[in-house]
């Protein structure tokens, strides 16, 4: 069965400062790989999506992500961090075919802090 | 509003007692997902629709659990003789089912709390 960790529950960063969150998904095969990321009491919204192709995919508010298949991993990165960025930030794997194409499963979620 | 709505936001109820939820798509999504998020964890798959068919429910669904998606539009979700353990977020999503637009649109979700 498909997994996704995410190691770290929590992350502080200082605005300005770089950040890179952590995923490592388990697969049989390449699969589609997502990050969302969640306000608090709101739903989740989707960052980016890696399917195929060019393994560093750009998503929305400047965030980045690359997919290395020799480490499992899709670690999220963004150069500078906002204020605004601070969420709880959540790494899917999808089923990439069969009867089963159309469900994720999540990672536990990083809680990210900012600091003024 | 072009988004997923589900209704309502929050729902505070007493254990043993139905809730029903509700959820509006983007229209012209076919697909349609429930997923649950308990505190600290990443959201689970409940069930998914395609149209009006109910494709596959996860083992997380007992028996006191149903969905619905009449005509292939907005769905429901109802929960049966509530439990404690029932409490938690209920999100709704929707997609075209297609590789390019896989990646769903959630909506806000539902806050349960069952006392």
Redesign the interface.
């Known amino acids: 069965a498909q997994s996704v960790t995410q190691p770290d529950i929590h992350i502080t960063v200082s605005e300005g400062a770089s950040l890179e969150l952590r995923c490592n998904y388990s697969y049989g095969a390449t699969p589609y790989l997502f990050w969302y990321v969640q306000s608090p009491g709101q739903g989740l919204q989707l960052l980016l999506k890696y399917f195929s192709g060019d393994t560093l995919v750009q998503g929305i508010k400047g965030f980045e992500a690359e997919f290395k298949r020799s480490q499992s991993s899709f670690n999220l990165r963004k150069p500078s961090v906002h204020w605004s960025d601070a969420a709880e930030y959540f790494c899917a794997v999808g089923d990439r075919g069969g009867g089963s194409n159309y469900k994720l499963t999540f990672g536990k979620g990083t809680l990210l802090t900012v600091n003024p | 509003d072009t988004g ?1 709505s ?1 209704d309502p936001r929050h729902k505070i109820t007493k254990r043993g007692q139905n809730v029903t939820f509700r959820c509006d798509p983007i229209s012209e999504h076919n ?1 349609l ?1 429930w997923y649950r998020q308990t505190l ?6 409940l069930t ?1 629709f ?1 149209n009006e068919a109910q494709l ?1 429910k996860s083992r997380l669904l007992s028996d006191r659990f149903s969905a619905e998606r009449p005509k292939g539009s907005f769905s429901t979700l109802e929960i049966q003789r509530t439990e404690q353990g029932d409490s938690a977020m209920y ?1 709704c ?1 929707s ?1 075209l ?1 297609v ?2 637009n ?8 539902t ?1 349960l709390t069952v006392v």
């Open positions: 997923v589900q697909r997902y600290g964890q990443g959201p689970e798959f998914y395609q596959e999100l999503a997609s089912g590789t390019r896989y990646g769903y649109t959630f909506g806000s979700g806050r």
